[in-house]
Nanobody, 124 residues
Framework: HVQLVESGGGSVQAGGSLTLSCAASGYNTRVYCMAWFRQAPGKRREGVATINRDEDGGTIIYADDVKGRFTISKDNSKNTLTLQMNDLKSEDTGKYYC????????????????WGRGTQVTVS
């Protein structure tokens, strides 16, 4: 049974930090493109960061507005994905989703077919 389960969301003051985790059960994160997306109320879901398959160099892409503040990483031995978020801003508020795709494009605009249910992050 494959599933992506996010955790670690919560409420934090501006300037604070949170660490999101995604348990990727049934996935081999070594061969999947993994990503974090977020959706703010009334807005479209947007890509936050992606980390490519090991065979494609494990390259990382960040959205411009999180560069230098967020860090995406994965632990292939545990099949987990992490998003370390520092210096959080009110505009980072939203529901954060873990996503995975097996083939091809691993960019922020790529279509992902596997999603978790999300975890809420609120920055005040």
């Amino acid at each position: 049974h494959v599933q992506l389960v996010e955790s670690g969301g919560g409420s934090v003051q501006a300037g604070g930090s949170l660490t999101l985790s995604c348990a990727a059960s049934g996935y081999n994160t070594r061969v999947y493109c993994m990503a974090w997306f977020r959706q703010a109320p009334g807005k479209r879901r947007e890509g936050v960061a992606t980390i490519n398959r090991d065979e494609d160099g494990g390259t990382i892409i960040y959205a411009d507005d999180v560069k230098g503040r967020f860090t995406i990483s994965k632990d292939n031995s545990k099949n987990t994905l992490t998003l370390q978020m520092n210096d959080l801003k009110s505009e980072d508020t939203g529901k954060y989703y873990c996503a995975a795709k097996r083939y091809y494009d691993c960019s922020l605009d790529a279509p992902f077919g596997n999603w978790g249910r999300g975890t809420q992050v609120t920055v005040s």
